[in-house]
């Protein structure tokens, strides 16, 4: 479902004298459906900037990241925007919202902008904000205002409301308490069940170690170091 082969990234800081930071050469691996994955490796071996390679933020220097059908790595952005909505989902650890929105509207809109009816796929976001504890009198609310436990669990409510068959979680445990991180191991292990392939970066290690089917250690990836 996930194909990375053998992708490259170097950052050039244009205003730092053009400096040049190689940070991943070569890296290569698989996800199948079914499959969760951990990117493990040192502090600034290249974690995230593999996730946001794999979600087409960051743009690969060579190789192919194919997600589906989709080579990110080379896909225009409208392909792009297409397989973030029907394909691949992301948690990211940060929620970003439109200003003065609602809650269930903010969960809901993966589906309603899929086609779902509005009164289903709020349905759907009611039942994962309940599951997730965020108590229903916020919902009507706009999460800018939550606190960090909470605005994390409206952005896994949002990674979840649609079946996507690819994720990407940044962190989904991370300000959670005991009860909330269950739900949220949870929900990973039901994602699984249903086919969908799985690559996350897990600082909380029990967590890793409770969903996880493999570990990929990023720092095998990690380029030579040249000013
Ligand atoms: N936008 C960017 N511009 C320049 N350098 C960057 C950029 N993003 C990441 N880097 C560099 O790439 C390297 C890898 O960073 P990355 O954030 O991917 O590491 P990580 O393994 O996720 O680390 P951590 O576990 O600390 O979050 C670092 O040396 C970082 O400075």
Redesign the pocket.
């Known amino acids: 479902m996930i194909d990375v082969s053998d992708v490259s990234k170097r950052?050039v800081?244009h205003n730092q004298g053009g400096a040049v930071?190689p940070?991943i050469e070569g890296a290569s691996f698989s996800v199948r459906p079914g499959e969760c994955v951990a990117l493990v490796?040192?502090?600034?071996?290249?974690?995230?900037?593999?996730m946001r390679m794999i979600h087409g933020n960051?743009l690969a220097a060579s190789g192919s990241i194919r997600v589906g059908g989709t080579d990110v790595a080379r896909a225009e952005p409208r392909e792009i925007l297409k397989l973030r909505r029907e394909v691949l989902g992301y948690v990211s650890q940060f929620l970003r919202v439109v200003p003065r929105v609602p809650t269930i509207d903010v969960v809901a809109e993966p589906l309603t902008t899929l086609g779902v009816d509005p009164d289903a796929a709020r349905a759907r976001a009611a039942a994962l904000l309940a599951r997730l504890n965020i108590p229903e009198p916020l919902w009507a609310l706009s999460p800018t205002t939550f606190s960090g436990g909470e605005q994390q669990r409206v952005n896994i409510a949002r990674g979840f409301v649609h079946d996507y068959p690819a994720l990407l979680l940044d962190e989904p445990t991370a300000s959670l308490d005991a009860t909330n991180r269950a739900v949220v191991l949870d929900l990973i292990r039901a994602a699984k069940a249903r086919g969908a392939a799985i690559v996350g970066?897990f600082h909380d290690e029990a967590a890793r170690e409770a969903v996880c089917d493999r570990e990929i250690d990023?720092t095998g990836f990690a380029a030579r170091r040249a000013a």
């Open positions: 950052f800081l930071i940070v490796g040192s502090s600034g071996a290249g974690k995230s900037t593999l960051y970066i990023v």
